[in-house]
Each structure stands twice: as structure tokens, then as C-alpha cells.
């Protein structure tokens, strides 16, 4: 079955704790994303990768590091964590090539920092 | 990416057609018409995109204004499970791959 997974789904750290979720697809997907999805401000964009060892800021990078070192996986690392760092957070990935792929996105991790 | 314009909220009785509309006034020739859902504790899901043609899947229908200013998601037989956030996005061609989204509109599907 095709899909993209992450983990954990659930997470509770304190301030400073550096934590990493983990984010998988099984599609052969060149592009990848993360999302953080907040009240009010619905899903803004943190990082991307157009494929291995390629990937830039999207729209709110700040506190927030990614790696493309396989095609598969592309983990969001929060080296310090704070308390506005506390949401809901998406992966997508979708493929390159033809115009307008559809994006997959999984199926979220909860993060509360403390 | 133009912005769009979409309804808070809405509300469909089961088994009944619902009628999602969206404005795109400032949407270049290009740019496509795309549609997400997020279902409650889910992530955003791929439901329809189209051009300038009305498109069908097996989801649901895109209908497009001729002039492109506007267009509307169409649920044929509202379910339940249809019960969802719907977001409509505007999206350029060939080297974009980051969506926008708005606050999108909650539907809410009264048995």
C-alpha cells in the first residue's frame, strides 16, 4: 500500500530536549515536505527537499533542521525545542516530472513542548 | 499563488449533492485548481485538480467557470465519512510543489 509514515504520532518533551520525527514513504517520491499546522494559521511549510541531498527553506524553517540522505526518509530535527514549536506536523511527498502530482501526506505527529 | 476565497463552514444532508464553491479572482492562465480534504485527525488528502475543463473522478467533480475566476467541488451523494475540511488552492505549473493553504471550508454532513 502506498502511503507515508511518520514517527512517533504522539509526542510530549520538555524545552531543550533535542527530539527527531521521523518521516517515510514507500512511493520512490523525489519531493518531500513538512507541514506544521496550527490554530488559525492552518499548514504552513517548514522545509523541502526536491530529492537527495536537495533541500531548502519553505515558509516558517526557523528552529527546525531536515536531512535527505535516502530517497525515502527525510526526518525533521528540532535541535532546542520551545514551546512555540508546540502543533501538528505533516509529511507529503509526491513525485517530479509531470506537471501537478498529487501530494501524499501522512498522518501526523502531535508535538507538546513543555 | 492567487488567493482563494472559500465559505467558513457549510452543512449537507446525507445522501444529498453539496455544492463547494471557491473564488480565484487573481489566478494566472497557468495556475491549476487543486482540492485537499483533511478528515478529522487525519492528514490533508488529494481529491480532484483541474485547469480549465470540468474534471470527474471517482471522488467527486470540478466544476470551472469560464472565466476561471471561480469554481466548485462537487459531492454527489454527501456521506458521513465525507465530513471533512476542504481546501481549495491555487497552484502553478511545472517546478512548484509547495501548496498554500487557506482555512478552507469545514463541512459538516447532518444524518
Known amino acids: 500500500e502506498a502511503q507515508v509514515t511518520q514517527n512517533p504520532r504522539y509526542l510530549i518533551t520538555v524545552t531543550g530536549k533535542k527530539l527527531t520525527v521521523t518521516c517515510s514513504q514507500n512511493?520512490?517520491?523525489?519531493?518531500m515536505s513538512w507541514y506544521r499546522q496550527d490554530p488559525g494559521l492552518g499548514l504552513r511549510q517548514i522545509y523541502y527537499s526536491m530529492n537527495v541531498e536537495v533541500t531548502d527553506k519553505g515558509d516558517v524553517p526557523e528552529g527546525y533542521k531536515v536531512s535527505r540522505k535516502e530517497k525515502r526518509n527525510f526526518p525533521l530535527i528540532l535541535e532546542s525545542p520551545s514551546p512555540n514549536q508546540t502543533s501538528l506536523y505533516f509529511c507529503a511527498s509526491s513525485s517530479i516530472g509531470t506537471i501537478q502530482e498529487t501530494q501524499y501526506f501522512g498522518p501526523g505527529t502531535r508535538l507538546l513542548v513543555l | 499563488d492567487a488567493k482563494t476565497t472559500q465559505p467558513n463552514s457549510m452543512e449537507s444532508n446525507e445522501e444529498e449533492p453539496v455544492h463547494l464553491p471557491c473564488n480565484h479572482s487573481?489566478?494566472?492562465?497557468?495556475?491549476?485548481i487543486h482540492w485537499y480534504r483533511q478528515l478529522p485527525s487525519q492528514g490533508p488528502e488529494y481529491v480532484i485538480h483541474?485547469?480549465?475543463s470540468n474534471v470527474n473522478n471517482r471522488m467527486a467533480s470540478l466544476a470551472i467557470a469560464e472565466d476561471r475566476k471561480s469554481s466548485t467541488l462537487i459531492l454527489h451523494r454527501a456521506t458521513l465519512r465525507d465530513a471533512a475540511v476542504y481546501y481549495c488552492i491555487s497552484h502553478p505549473g511545472a517546478g512548484s510543489y509547495q501548496l498554500t493553504f487557506g482555512k478552507g471550508t469545514k463541512l459538516s454532513v447532518i444524518p
Open positions: 487573481t489566478i494566472s492562465g497557468t495556475d491549476y
Open positions: 512511493m520512490n517520491h523525489e519531493y
Open positions: 483541474g485547469l480549465t
